[in-house]
């Protein structure tokens, strides 16, 4: 999903910085300048559903106790008080029955949501693992304990145990915390040297691979230590892609027999290149894995010197290797830098779609809401529609029926078609349509040309580019659009067109990875029972503009069909109960037996 940090967003004491750092404020004082006459436009329009037998006065008392919102409001409706995560949920779906055959799973990560969530990786090890917990298996999530963690997410904190891991010649003290996340069992690692501190995530001022390196071992010392020994131990990308070489060349010989290694790959961009020096200070001597058959970056192969990469090593070490959807698998085999790596080990490499955990993601619970919806009873989507509009100051010109409003909730980096997001930006604006941009842009060219596009729209009534990520204003989003887009270049799965179709949201999107597997276009004569968005090929703007023009011709001119379809994405089933069902056979196929 988005680049953000992880810490509270800043409360109103820093509200005006902040605004005008994600290019909200200079809408601010345009409206200030205009309310009088904005205002009168926008009242006759809100009045007709204020009126209307479902407004947002008449839904249940607690939803109906919300005020409408205003972009002049001191707090924004995105920052007032809401549930905190545990209290939204803390257990999977009900209903699910339990596997028979149970095992105990440890997943290695960098990421979680919503605690440590960048992107689709803290989504999908929150999901995957509550899925498991649900089916009855043994979960725990090892992590590193970020400064930057709002420990109030956390319940049932407590320090467990101190004990020391080796880096570079020496043995670093480190201390164990265990706690609960949304049901899940989480074991955080704190090394006492300055390994994750920072204000984020990422970016901090400390040497990143060298810190997941350590991580990496300090996971598997502290199974030694503890005696314990998972049937599985699942790590994901680059970060923990030393950790199957340093469990095979290491402590299988030491102490941990049981053990089987998975992989998953969300996002084959990032190689984890490493120095063999900096390799070679977990423990292990990096010129011994510099061969093409381990883990030399095939990048820099007669270079000086060659480099390894985490993620190669991963994939040769690892017992299965797991790519997060069917499209992406048969993409990666056909193109890249470890082509040929996938290909030798085609045999372990499995290609399974990512789920969206569907009770957080929940339009008829969500506790974000002004108000609930599900696929029998829409109502509730045009209330938050037009909550989200008076909060953001989008004033729809004529029947507010025949405005679709475009939302694109995306990191701003390549991958995502920068130039398609900027081009629909100013399509829909020439169309008469509304659209809103939240993202962060962890490139600051590309902040800069968001920015310039922020000031030269976010003073009109149809567009508004936010530079920043909020959790809470994203439900908010996917609740009020009418479609979801997703340009993506490449996208190995993408949650963006999931998460959008449970709350309504029909997806426009480019035909790659994992939304050629999940978005079928409404005009495909070949499968129509399968139709359930717009989708477009071509890279260019024109593939695009054609792909908005459908959808908008569809939304303005068939709106008993677009009902339907919308009832349709709704009753989409992308939920993890599927997709981990898939995980525990593969589990279970490289998992040593009960002896």
């Not at 923990?240 to 095979?248: N, R």
């Not at 010989?253 to 390799?279: A, D, W």
């Not at 701003?412 to 900027?422: R, S, T």
């Not at 029972?529 to 959808?551: K, P, T, W």
Request: proline content about 5%.
């Amino acid at each position: 999903m988005i680049l953000h940090p992880c810490f509270p967003q800043p409360t109103s004491t820093f509200l005006q910085q902040n605004f005008k750092n994600c290019g909200f404020y200079s809408f601010k004082n345009w409206v200030n300048k205009k309310l009088k006459h904005e205002l009168r436009n926008c009242y006759s329009k809100i009045r007709a559903v204020e009126t209307d037998p479902t407004r947002l006065e008449n839904v249940p008392a607690e939803e109906g106790s919300r005020t409408w919102p205003s972009p002049l409001d001191e707090v924004p409706f995105w920052k007032r008080e809401f549930p905190s995560w545990h209290n939204i949920t803390t257990v999977g779906p009900t209903g699910i029955r339990k596997d028979s055959d149970l095992i105990h799973i440890v997943h290695v990560t960098a990421e979680m949501a919503p605690i440590a969530k960048v992107g689709g990786l803290g989504d999908v090890v929150t999901g995957l693992a509550r899925s498991c917990v649900t089916r009855g298996h043994k979960v725990d999530v090892f992590m590193p304990f970020y400064e930057c963690i709002d420990r109030g997410q956390i319940e049932e904190l407590k320090l467990i145990d101190t004990y020391s891991s080796y880096y570079d010649e020496r043995w670093i003290e480190t201390r164990v915390y265990g706690g609960v996340v949304l049901g899940i069992h989480v074991v955080f690692v704190e090394p006492s040297n300055d390994f994750f501190t920072g204000e984020s995530v990422y970016g901090g001022s400390y040497d990143e691979m060298e810190a997941y390196l350590f991580f990496s071992r300090a996971c598997l010392e502290w199974l030694q230590v503890c005696g314990t020994e998972p049937d599985i131990i699942h790590v994901h990308e680059w970060q923990t892609g030393g950790l199957p070489l340093l469990y095979w060349d290491m402590y299988h010989y030491l102490s941990l027999k049981k053990p089987r290694i998975v992989l998953t790959i969300h996002n084959m961009e990032h190689y984890g290149e490493c120095r063999q020096e900096q390799f070679s200070k977990c423990g292990l001597d990096g010129s011994v894995y510099a061969t093409e058959e381990k883990a030399v970056d095939d990048r820099t192969i007669g270079h000086n010197p060659e480099r390894l990469s985490l993620l190669k090593g991963g994939i040769v070490y690892s017992n299965a290797v797991v790519t997060v959807s069917p499209t992406y698998l048969k993409e990666t085999l056909c193109s890249g830098w470890l082509a040929g790596t996938l290909i030798r080990h085609r045999d372990k490499y499995f290609g399974i779609l990512n789920g969206i955990d569907t009770e957080i993601w929940n339009p008829a619970t969500d506790a974000f809401l002004p108000a609930k919806f599900d696929a029998k009873k829409v109502e509730g989507k045009k209330q938050c529609k037009v909550y989200v509009q008076r909060g953001l100051g989008l004033d729809p010109e004529g029947d507010i029926d025949k405005v679709p409003l475009v939302v694109c909730i995306t990191r701003l980096v390549a991958q995502k078609g920068l130039h398609l997001i900027m081009n629909a930006i100013a399509y829909v604006n020439l169309l008469g349509g509304q659209m809103v941009v939240l993202g962060t842009a962890p490139d600051a060219r590309v902040g800069r040309e968001f920015e310039a596009l922020a000031h030269s729209h976010n003073q009109g009534s149809n567009i508004r580019i936010l530079l920043m990520y909020s959790e809470e204003l994203s439900h908010m989003l996917y609740a009020a659009s009418d479609i979801v887009l997703v340009p993506s270049v490449y996208e190995p799965c993408g949650l963006a067109q999931m998460i959008g179709m449970r709350y309504g949201a029909v997806p426009l999107v480019r035909k790659t990875g994992g939304l050629a597997d999940t978005v079928f276009d409404m005009d495909d004569r070949l499968q129509p029972e399968m139709a359930n968005g717009f989708v477009f090929e071509g890279i260019d703007e024109g593939s695009l503009n054609q792909a908005i023009d459908r959808a908008f011709s569809y939304y303005r001119q068939k709106p008993k069909e677009w009902r339907g379809l919308v009832k349709k994405v709704m009753g989409i089933d992308n939920s993890w109960n599927n997709t981990a069902g898939k995980y525990i056979d593969l589990y279970n196929s490289v998992r040593v037996g009960d002896q």
